[in-house]
T-cell receptor, first 114, second 113 residues
Framework: AQSVTQPDIHITVSEGASLELRCNYS??????LFWYVQSPGQGLQLLLK??????LVQGIKGFEAEFKRSQSSFNLRKPSVHWSDAAEYFC????????????FGAGTQVVVTP | EAQVTQNPRYLITVTGKKLTVTCSQN?????MSWYRQDPGLGLRQIYY???????DKGDVPEGYKVSRKEKRNFPLILESPSPNQTSLYFC????????????FGPGTRLTVL
């Protein structure tokens, strides 16, 4: 079974600074990896996903993530954050042998200061 | 507008009183799923459905029932709610499976007293 860990519960970043959110997964084969964002009071929205191919994935809102098989990681990055990036971010992992299931991490809350 | 709708958005009930949270999508998606969100635990999958009349357990199915009699609807049923089911519930749908992009509803905040 797959699992995912987000080591950082809470991150505070200044507007204009760079942001990196960590995600580590556990799965025997190549996983399907996702980052979703939840703005306050909203449902979740997909930022980006990785299935195969190029390990650097571009997403919406200027985010990117890099899949590193050797480190079992899928970290999310943004070069310069905006106040509107304040939200909760969830990493998720799916598996080719279990098309219906999706495991989410506990989430990282991002606060953006002026 | 393509969307997933949930009703009600907020519900306060008492222990043991059966309730249903409805979920409907207008995107002709095959796959639908229910999650609960609790602080510090992220989202945990309750049940999912790959197609009409096909449902399967997620990670936390105890105390919940679902049915998928038509493609667009996927209600979540709590036959005898308990306080530990107080949570924020999300319904989601995607084209074919859990590994496709999932589109989430706005959430239902349930309080069981």
């Amino acid at each position: 079974a797959q699992s995912v860990t987000q080591p950082d519960i809470h991150i505070t970043v200044s507007e204009g600074a760079s942001l990196e959110l960590r995600c580590n997964y556990s799965y025997g084969a190549t996983p399907y990896l996702f980052w979703y964002v939840q703005s306050p009071g909203q449902g979740l929205q997909l930022l980006l996903k990785y299935f195969s191919g190029d390990t650097l994935v571009q997403g919406i809102k200027g985010f990117e993530a890099e899949f590193k098989r050797s480190q079992s990681s899928f970290n999310l990055r943004k070069p310069s954050v905006h106040w509107s990036d304040a939200a909760e971010y969830f990493c998720a992992v799916g598996a080719a042998d279990s098309w219906g299931k999706l495991q989410f991490g506990a989430g990282t809350q991002v606060v953006v200061t002026p | 507008e393509a969307q997933v709708t949930q009703n009600p958005r907020y519900l306060i009930t008492v222990t043991g009183k059966k309730l249903t949270v409805t979920c409907s999508q207008n995107m002709n998606h095959e796959y639908m799923s229910w999650y609960r969100q609790d602080p510090g635990l992220g989202l945990r999958q309750i049940y999912y459905s790959m197609n009409v009349e096909v449902t399967d357990k997620g990670d936390v199915p105890e105390g919940y029932k679902v049915s998928r009699k038509e493609k667009r609807n996927f209600p979540l049923i709590l036959e005898s709610p308990s306080p530990n089911q107080t949570s924020l519930y999300f319904c989601a749908s995607s084209l074919y499976s859990g590994t496709d992009t999932q589109y989430f509803g706005p959430g239902t905040r349930l309080t069981v007293l």
